[in-house]
């Protein structure tokens, strides 16, 4: 949800580039908050390196759940 909140406050399109973040952003576009492209890990000689997922929307559910749990 606090990822929710900080994508609601800035302007759309946002690029999300921690891989922590881009986990998050999967599981909020898994449940139908936002709308995101996330691109698959990419194989590297040290194991695995996660390219940006951009945020493209902000979905009517996701915007209930803003309101429905505020910042705090």
Do not use: C, W
Not at 9 to 24: H, Y
Not at 51 to 60: K, L
């Amino acid at each position: 949800m606090y990822l929710l909140h900080l994508l609601a406050a800035q302007e759309l399109p946002v690029a999300v580039t921690s891989g922590a973040e881009v986990d998050a952003v999967r599981v909020l576009s898994m449940a139908g908050h936002i709308k995101a492209t996330i691109p698959k890990p990419l194989r590297t000689l040290d194991g695995y390196t996660q390219p940006p997922a951009t945020v493209n929307e902000i979905t009517s559910l996701g915007r209930t759940m803003l309101k429905r749990f505020p910042a705090r």
